[in-house]
């Protein structure tokens, strides 16, 4: 009898894990566990410098409004952004910068001159957001490509590439559907993706992570280097880390944010939450938060000294902004400076997706002087093009 006691509480145990394991793929979650075990931090005792930047799937049109009410949700960021913010300073004095990656599909101009006059008081910079589906390579093209020369020649938005002088942009897919991660081409349709929005002038993507999306790829807390098979979707699911003096393996720059478990914060009072870096009205941004995205570390290999922490939000969505335009969003900021700017462990600097990539950039050129000038918050490219 008590063998046969034995024998069923072996096999109730085994149902319950098998249960436990298939609700945790069903979240991606298994991705963070195996991502956990092979994680391997490279350690660094000195003063580290910890890199904030914040994206924004920001998408006016969000839920079908009219055109008056996108300029509305636009125009609410311009007068209520600066006085939010700007009690809080890096250790250079510079207030917290927001990058709008901004939906190609949903182009106003009322709203792109808004953002507009905002990066141009300092407070952050306008990048390419992108939803389509079922397209082809050819449309891709042509969407990116109008759309970069809208930016830059029509509203002063965008950077050149200082070497070669190309406009360039950062990017973030809709739908999380970057080199057709969907598949079927629902909110895609490219296999050769990569390659396009390499060609076109994208200096790095910013979408990932997306957990507990079934788009999240098994890469993650890393910033890493992609390279383009155009025979099949989701390129991006293999890669080689961007390394300190170490030239891109690849066709196109990834810079992944936090992605982990959060056992601070339960789900039904015994799972973990995942974090995924997304900071809404429904996931404020807590202290246990930001020392999680701090703690995990997110770096260029061989460079432990520099940490790399990218959230995001979609922000003119009213449940969002609501938050991240009042006194919400301060816990964030308070906690990030008051524990991580004290100068003795860690240096805080808030960046923008342009700088934060110029960062990589820096360790994989090994020039001590860029890295000097970025530690001391200097951002501009002079060491880039040797002047």
């Not at 298939?22 to 005792?45: F, G, H, P, Q």
């Not at 390579?137 to 509203?155: A, I, M, P, Q, Y």
């Not at 809709?174 to 060609?199: Q, T």
């Not at 960062?359 to 060491?383: H, M, P, Q, T």
Request: charge should be positive; aromatic fraction near 12%; include cysteine.
């Amino acid at each position: 009898m008590v063998h046969w006691f034995w024998f069923v509480g072996v096999l109730a145990s085994l149902f319950l894990s098998l249960r436990i394991w298939e609700l945790v793929r069903r979240k991606n979650a298994d991705i963070i566990v195996m991502s956990t075990m092979r994680r391997n931090r490279e350690r660094y005792d000195g003063i580290r410098h910890v890199f904030f930047c914040f994206v924004d799937h920001f998408e006016p049109l969000w839920n079908g409004v009219d055109r008056t009410t996108a300029v509305e949700r636009t125009r609410n960021w311009y007068l209520k952004y600066p006085s939010i913010v700007d009690s809080f300073r890096d250790g250079g004095g510079r207030p917290p910068q927001h990058n709008f990656f901004y939906p190609q599909e949903e182009y106003l101009p009322e709203c792109l001159e808004i953002l507009g006059n905002l990066v141009r008081k300092g407070y952050g910079s306008v990048e390419v957001h992108l939803h389509h589906n079922k397209d082809t390579s050819d449309g891709l093209r042509n969407k990116v490509e109008e759309f970069k020369r809208t930016l830059h020649h029509g509203h002063g938005l965008l950077n050149r590439h200082p070497v070669t002088g190309q406009i360039v942009y950062g990017f973030i897919h809709g739908n999380w559907a970057l080199d057709d991660s969907w598949g079927d081409g629902k909110w895609c349709g490219v296999k050769n993706e990569i390659s396009i929005l390499k060609e076109t002038g994208c200096y790095a993507d910013f979408t990932y992570p997306s957990a507990p999306h079934r788009t999240q790829p098994p890469i993650v807390n890393r910033i890493y280097y992609a390279t383009d098979d155009p025979s099949r979707a989701k390129s991006h699911h293999k890669g080689e880390d961007a390394g300190f003096r170490s030239p891109p393996k690849g066709d196109l720059l990834l810079i992944n944010g936090p992605l982990a478990f959060n056992w601070r914060q339960r789900r039904k009072r015994v799972f973990p939450a995942i974090e995924n870096g997304d900071v809404s009205g429904y996931c404020l941004p807590t202290a246990d938060r930001v020392d999680l995205w701090v703690r995990l570390g997110v770096s260029v290999r061989g460079w432990p000294r520099w940490i790399f922490v990218k959230v995001h939000t979609h922000g003119a969505q009213e449940k969002n902004s609501g938050l991240l335009l009042s006194e919400g969003v301060h816990t964030l900021h308070r906690h990030l400076l008051g524990t991580y700017n004290n100068g003795k462990t860690h240096i805080v600097h808030y960046v923008t997706a342009w700088e934060l990539y110029c960062c990589v950039k820096a360790l994989e050129s090994g020039d001590e002087d860029w890295i000097r000038r970025i530690e001391n918050f200097d951002y501009s490219v002079n060491a880039w093009t040797g002047k």
